[in-house]
């Protein structure tokens, strides 16, 4: 008797729990004229703030590299050359019929260490 209500009990809670979730909240309703300039008003600021942002980035990292460079001429070391950094190409979609499928022989084997002569 006691499982049977417990059973009834974890039922209930269930579908109750699973209403919850399955509920749907409607969309917002659109924007009227007054929200439509605020939304804007919005964007551009955030728009000048990461504009900000990124300039704020760029200046302290160029006063980093400017305080490790004249650590490195007091220390006498000599100064690193930065290396350059290339961006990645996109990966072409499975679907681009621009892509042409890679072919076993167009890949270079990797260059093998010269043996020491004996």
């Given at each position: 008797?006691?499982?049977?209500?417990?059973?009834?009990?974890?039922?209930?809670?269930?579908?109750?729990?699973?209403?919850v979730?399955?509920?749907?909240?409607?969309?917002?309703?659109?924007?009227?004229?007054?929200?439509?300039?605020?939304?804007?008003?919005?964007?551009?600021?955030?728009?000048?703030?990461?504009?900000?942002?990124?300039?704020?980035?760029?200046?302290?990292?160029?006063?980093?590299?400017?305080?490790?460079?004249?650590?490195?001429?007091?220390?006498?070391?000599?100064?690193?050359?930065?290396?350059?950094?290339?961006?990645?190409?996109?990966?072409?979609?499975?679907?681009?019929?621009?892509?042409?499928?890679?072919?076993p022989?167009?890949?270079?084997?990797?260059a093998?260490?010269?043996?020491?002569?004996?």
């Open positions: 008797m006691n499982n049977a209500i417990k059973g009834m009990i974890c039922a209930a809670a269930f579908a109750l729990g699973a209403s979730v399955w509920a749907k909240i409607p969309p917002p309703p659109p924007l009227d004229e007054k929200g439509k300039a605020a939304a804007e008003e919005k964007k551009a600021k955030d728009d000048a703030a990461a504009a900000k942002a990124k300039a704020d980035l760029t200046a302290a990292e160029d006063k980093a590299i400017k305080n490790y460079q004249g650590n490195m001429k007091k220390a006498g070391k000599p100064i690193p050359k930065p290396t350059p950094v290339v961006a990645a190409a996109a990966p072409a979609k499975p679907g681009d019929a621009k892509a042409a499928p890679a072919k022989g167009d890949a270079k084997a990797p093998k260490p010269d043996e020491k002569k004996k």
